[in-house]
């Protein structure tokens, strides 16, 4: 178990997670922390962060994703797949 405080991140193997959700559900919830869940043998990761947390994150994405920026850059995409691509095909069954 690692306890990083200063970014109110704690790191914990999921084999102590179940014995523990009281407690790290009350951490989340009352420092706004977050919990990084790790499994031996892996190297992927899962966040545990408070609701209040995540929907200001998905927020913050819905902000930015409606921007000039984003919506010059989503047709420049399409105008590149568009050039990329060849005529479609028609399969027939």
Do not use: Q, W
Not at 61 to 89: H, Q, Y
Request: with cysteine; charged share 30%; net charge negative.
């Amino acid at each position: 178990m690692n306890e990083s405080t200063p970014n109110r991140t704690k790191t914990y193997d999921v084999s102590l997670i179940a014995s523990n959700l009281a407690s790290l559900h009350e951490f989340v919830a009352r420092t706004a922390g977050r919990i990084e869940i790790t499994r031996p043998g892996s190297d992927e990761r899962c966040v545990l962060i408070s609701k209040e947390e995540l929907d200001c994150l998905e927020r913050a994405l819905e902000i930015l994703s409606d921007t000039d920026t984003v919506r010059d850059m989503c047709g420049k995409i399409s105008d590149l797949a568009a050039a990329t691509t060849g005529p479609a095909v028609a399969v027939e069954a």
